[in-house]
């Protein structure tokens, strides 16, 4: 078989363009680990603070690959290990419900990360309820834009993995119970 310089040309060069591809390896993402979660609520009483809250925090232990940069083809990466610290949620119990807000957590870099207050088992109830976490890696690198956006949901109950007691003045706490800590939720891509 007989070949010529521009079929041997075009052969070499569909070859390389094919190595140079980046090779998609969708590795399966390892469990988000929900490190705190800490409920407050007032006692009610006339006169008393009005605002409940629920903070938890959150680590992602996943490296993202956001893909090949636009620019030069190499792999735009944000470490694993990026955290939701301080992720709260308040509202005002005379009246309001926290269900279905979007309440942010402290800044990080290459992305954010939020937090929304979902119903539990029967409801909503301090004692019972669910946090989805959401995880946006965002990166600009050499003037493009990349992005990712992952998310995970936790269910928290009193007498499962929440433990804690109220006063006598109506005020109660809780948080995660002992031997519970981190509690394991599966992130998805979105």
Same mark, same amino acid.
């Given at each position: 078989?007989?070949?010529? %310089? ?9 070859? *390389? @363009? ?24 007032? @006692?009610?009483?006339?006169? @008393? ?24 083809? @190499? ?18 119990? $005379? ?9 942010? +957590? =402290?800044?990080? *870099? ?5 937090? %929304?207050?979902?119903?539990? *088992? ?15 890696? =965002? ?11 992952? $998310?995970?949901?936790? *269910? ?15 005020? +109660? ?18």
């Amino acid at each position: 078989m007989r070949f010529t %310089t521009l079929s041997l040309a075009t052969i070499l060069a569909l070859t *390389s @363009s094919a190595s140079a591809a980046p090779q998609a390896s969708q590795k399966q993402l390892q469990d988000w680990q929900v490190t705190a979660v800490g409920v407050f609520t007032p @006692s009610g009483r006339p006169g @008393s603070y009005p605002w409940a809250t629920i903070r938890a925090n959150v680590t992602d232990p996943n490296e993202i690959n956001l893909g090949p940069a636009k620019s030069d083809g @190499s792999n735009v990466i944000v470490p694993g290990g990026s955290q939701g610290i301080n992720c709260e949620a308040k509202w005002f119990t $005379k009246g309001e419900s926290p269900l279905g807000r979007t309440w942010p +957590c =402290d800044a990080v *870099s290459n992305g954010y990360w939020t937090l %929304t207050v979902l119903a539990g *088992s029967q409801g909503f109830s301090p004692t019972d309820f669910k946090l989805r976490f959401t995880h946006v890696a =965002d990166v600009l690198y050499q003037g493009a834009e990349y992005t990712g956006s992952f $998310k995970a949901v936790g *269910s928290f109950k009193v007498g499962d993995n929440l433990s804690g007691t109220c006063g006598g003045s109506g005020v +109660c706490v809780w948080g995660l119970a002992a031997g519970k800590n981190p509690v394991l939720i599966k992130p998805t891509k979105q």
